[in-house]
């Protein structure tokens, strides 16, 4: 007996497997993409645009080493993919004694007092243009202008429906 359900169990299971399949290929067919690919794709925030004008960021000591080294090693080794390059680089990075790298350690240091010099000014600059600005409407979709135009309709009817409700007790409190 115990076979007999395993084998009916089987069965089922191998009915669901192939139910699950034709529903995926159907939707596949239906959106272009599943379920799940366009869930994923809904959920994405939309990237914040950078200001052109903003400074670069400081590079570290060991990008740094990368800009001067990697086009040395990509000659020696023109057959090696962009990845194998790069992780040759960190090895060589990893190698090097405090020494080799004190002048690239410096170099970086020297960035990030640049940065924090140009982002200084970038950040007064942003403040004093929007002092100088005219404040500005907020942007709005379509169904933001709509659900508030929705929501003025409905207190108005709501305060409507009040004032004839209060309206009604005062009628009557008169005829007494």
């Known amino acids: 007996m115990t076979t007999e359900t395993n084998q009916k169990t089987q069965e089922i299971h191998k009915?669901?497997?192939q139910l699950a399949g034709s529903l995926h290929h159907f939707?596949?067919?239906l959106f272009g993409?599943?379920?799940v690919e366009?869930?994923?794709h809904v959920n994405k925030k939309k990237k914040v645009?950078?200001?052109p004008n903003a400074p670069k960021r400081n590079l570290s000591s060991y990008m740094l080493y990368s800009q001067a080294v990697r086009p040395k090693v990509a000659a020696e080794h023109p057959d090696m993919k962009a990845i194998e390059i790069?992780?040759?680089v960190g090895e060589m990075w990893n190698k090097l004694s405090e020494k080799e790298k004190a002048p690239y350690i410096k170099q970086a240091e020297k960035e990030k007092?640049?940065?924090e010099k140009e982002n200084a000014s970038y950040k007064t600059t942003l403040a004093s243009e929007e002092k100088q600005q005219p404040a500005k409407r907020k942007e709005r979709n379509a169904e933001e202008v709509t659900s508030?135009?929705?929501a003025k309709k409905n207190k108005k009817e709501k305060h409507a429906h009040r004032s004839e409700k209060s309206g009604d007790k005062k009628s009557k409190k008169k005829n007494f």
């Open 33 to 35: 993409t599943s379920p």
């Open 15 to 17: 009915a669901i497997d």
């Open 148 to 150: 508030e135009k929705k």
């Open 38 to 40: 366009k869930a994923d």
């Open 86 to 88: 790069a992780k040759l």
């Open 49 to 51: 645009e950078k200001d």
């Open 113 to 115: 007092i640049r940065f």
């Open 27 to 29: 939707t596949n067919l």
